[in-house]
């Protein structure tokens, strides 16, 4: 008898996530987005992804999601197996925004220079093609890295960022070396300043807009140090921050915490004005 109300109940909850699913919210199709990039001449590729009901007379917020390493601009676009990319998707359609995925370089890509040149330049063909109103700009490891890296060299650009499981900071981040020294077009020891001027912690008075950082305490790919060392300074300086720190996780987020994350920064940027920049110390500990 406990195990038939069991598989009863189970089947109850599965109609009632099915009947959840079936009612919230979408993105209309994906349309695979072909951008001659104006830096070398290539041809870079990006996924976009239009609000259900889109109208292109009326303003829409602009979401930028950035794929971890490994992935592709199909990450944010369509996949489903990381949580926080599902939420991520989630949001945008709830809040009627335009989803773009890029593959900013490479499945290894760490924003290196033709990255930012990449992302840069589709902010700003499609505020040409419509009408935008604020832009955000998230990503999960290698994608938190890289929204945090692209906001502290372009802030002026970004009115919100999400950074869920990356680094703030290049000269003490020890993993896939190989990959960061082919992006940045050198290793640590050849080019620091390259490194440092991609390291979000070191400019923390360049984020005048609301952050939302989401780390755990058993990342070993992507240790949480620089992020909640970044988040501390941020609290310090009375920015528009939210740190979600897990003890107890690895290199993931879950759905809640991302949702929560986002939905601050999507607030806090429609009620709060930016500031104006201010001086702040240097990271301690780590000199250039």
Known sequence: ?????NRLNVIACLSILLSVSADAAELGPCR???SIADIDGSTQKYVLRLPQDFNNSQPHNLLVGLHGHGSDRWQY???????????????????NMILASPDYRAKTSWMGP??????????????????INKVFICGASMGGTGALTFTALHPDFVDGVISMNGTAN???????QDTVSASFGGTKAQIPLEYKKRSAEYWPERFTMPVGITTSGRDE???????????????????????????????????EDAKTILEFVIKSADAKPPQATQACP???GIAI
């Open 1 to 5: 008898m406990e195990i038939k109300m």
């Open 32 to 34: 695979d987005v072909n």
């Open 77 to 95: 676009a369509q996949a489903t197996q990381w949580r926080e990319i599902v939420a991520t998707r989630d949001f945008a359609a709830e809040h």
């Open 114 to 131: 033709k990255a930012e040149a990449d992302v840069l330049q589709i902010i700003n063909d499609l505020k040409k093609q419509y009408k």
């Open 170 to 176: 290049f000269l003490e981040y020890e993993n896939f």
């Open 221 to 255: 790919l992507v240790p949480s140090q620089s992020v909640r060392r970044l988040a501390d300074v941020l609290k310090k300086m009375q920015r528009p921050v939210m740190l979600i720190y897990r003890e107890r996780e690895g290199h993931r987020t879950s759905y």
């Open 282 to 284: 240097r990271p301690a």
